[in-house]
């Protein structure tokens, strides 16, 4: 069974740019989160997407929107990019729908975008 | 909020040692606890979970974690470490209503030195 795949794997933007970034879950897995990771915050929950629905939202300003398509692969795109923007995105799918509880998340190996 | 503390941020053992990583969260209701690991240039990995039952649990690799819920902790633990465990690991808890969210600690990058 192939694993989470995320689209591109490293970016270069630069300030005030968007950018968009893709990530396909394993087969059958319907929900989708995203992620940032840095160094000084960690992992960060950005949002969850489930049969095309924000299901939880994180902290983040509006700049940084998601979605999700009917055959649940899901994009994020941060618009009006900062320099405090660079991470690695990590896209995790999960199998469990709601009220079934949480189950594990299946992580992507990452988008690294860096702005400039 | 909820929040997840790791006790240590950087850990330098040699092979043989025993592994201790802390965990502490706080949230008052019933929680799903994982710790995941991330080796060098690698995607994070599920390493182990509780979700109810024993409250000692077993992952991959011969690692084990104890969920003491009087203490709000669930710490992880290996009896000899490997060069091949030197990784960053990130203990991470969810609840039962909010999916797919998890909140992450600030992980503990282990140094196993052969």
């Known amino acids: 069974k192939a694993g989470v795949t995320q689209t591109p794997r490293y970016l270069i933007k630069t300030r005030g740019q968007q950018v968009t970034l893709s990530c396909s879950p394993i087969?059958?897995?319907?929900?989708v989160s995203w992620y940032q990771q840095t160094p000084g915050q960690g992992l960060q929950f950005l949002f969850e997407?489930?049969?095309?629905?924000?299901?939880n939202k994180g902290n983040f300003p509006g700049r940084f929107s998601g979605r999700q398509f009917s055959n649940s692969r899901s994009e994020m795109n941060v618009s009006t990019l900062e320099l405090g923007d660079s991470a690695l995105y990590l896209c995790?799918?999960?199998?469990?729908?709601?009220?079934?509880?949480?189950?594990?998340?299946?992580f992507g190996e990452g988008s690294r975008l860096t702005v400039l | 909020a909820q929040s997840v503390s790791q006790h240590n941020h950087h850990v330098i053992l040699s092979e043989a040692a025993s592994l201790e990583l802390g965990c502490n969260y706080s949230?008052?209701?019933?929680?799903?606890l994982f710790w995941y690991v991330q080796y060098p240039g690698q995607h994070l990995q599920l390493l182990l979970k509780y979700f109810s039952g024993d409250p000692l649990v077993k992952g991959i690799k011969g690692f084990e974690a104890e969920f003491i819920k009087s203490k709000f902790s669930f710490n992880l633990r290996k009896p000899s470490v490997q060069w091949s465990d030197t990784a960053e690991y990130f203990c991470a808890v969810g609840t039962y209503n909010q999916g797919g969210k998890l909140i992450f600690g600030q992980g503990t990058e282990l140094s196993v030195k052969p």
């Open positions: 995790a799918s999960s199998p469990e729908g709601p009220g079934t509880g949480l189950g594990e998340l299946f």
């Open positions: 997407y489930f049969s095309e629905t924000q299901r």
């Open positions: 087969s059958g897995h319907r929900s």
């Open positions: 949230y008052g209701g019933t929680v799903n």
